[in-house]
């Protein structure tokens, strides 16, 4: 296992706690368009030159480069009901219900690359929405092929007002200036993350919690590479993707972003991810 970071300044391999600034040729377009991005990683790491380990703390570069992400809806029960919630009285509960028991996933576009925050960067809420939400989700990294070679932590931004009012809405809901985040750093690996892995959401308001929250991929309906098959079906990726996986946590509804939470959403082994409100 691999970890990469992109900072201001260069990118850094971590492997067993030893960490190695990487050739100005490497580049994220490179690594998902390798036949074999572990390997790829593994000959950069050892081409590198040592380094010490970046602080977490600062704001990073995003991991990155021609990626489109994409992202999948109803995947967990809880994001389920939330959904059939906040659409009943617009008659477009139905259709959650449907597709969460569908062989065929939702799978939506979420974001361009400059559309994406990193980590210590900043996250938007619309100006035209009343009830924001952040989606903590696991993240995949595919590449050009349909390969899972990786994945990282995910924050898929959703107004949810917009989204219930109409699910044609679902657009305008998810795709906007910053509504997505990557990091802390982007695992490089063949193994996918066990059932047992937690995904951990926190929010805090001057720094006070007003929110927390977990589940574990265990509570996800679909196989991850069932969700990355159906992604590729008749559709191409030339420098490869993300594919956030869904999200099993959501505040109550009477709970809503506001301009200047800190939100931090942790998944291991690849850190927190942490993100400041616009």
Known sequence: MLRLYATNHAFLL????????????????????????????????????????????ESHAPL????????????????????VAESRDTGGGTYYDRVYEADRPELFFKATPHRVAATGGGVRIRADSKWNVPEPELTLAINSAGKIFGY?????????????????????????????????????????????????????????????????LASLQRPLRSLADWLFRDNSFPRGCYLMTGTGIIPPDTFTLHRGDEIRITIAPVGTLVNTVL
């Open 14 to 57: 971590e492997r067993e706690g030893a960490y190695a600034s990487l050739a100005g040729d490497f580049t994220i377009d490179a690594l998902f368009g390798a036949a074999d991005p572990v390997a790829y990683a593994t000959a950069a790491f050892a081409s590198g030159k040592p380094e010490s380990a970046p602080v977490l703390t």
């Open 64 to 83: 990155i480069q021609s990626q489109e992400v994409w992202a999948a809806g109803v995947t967990y029960m809880r994001s389920k009901s939330a959904r």
């Open 152 to 216: 990282t932590v995910g924050n898929d931004m959703s107004s949810r007002d917009i989204e219930g009012e109409n699910p044609l809405y679902l657009p305008q809901a998810k795709v906007y200036d910053r509504s997505a985040a990557l990091g802390p750093c982007l695992v490089i690996t063949n193994e996918l993350p066990v059932p047992a892995t937690v995904i951990a959401l926190e929010i805090r308001r001057a720094d006070v919690v007003v929110f927390t929250g977990d589940t574990t």
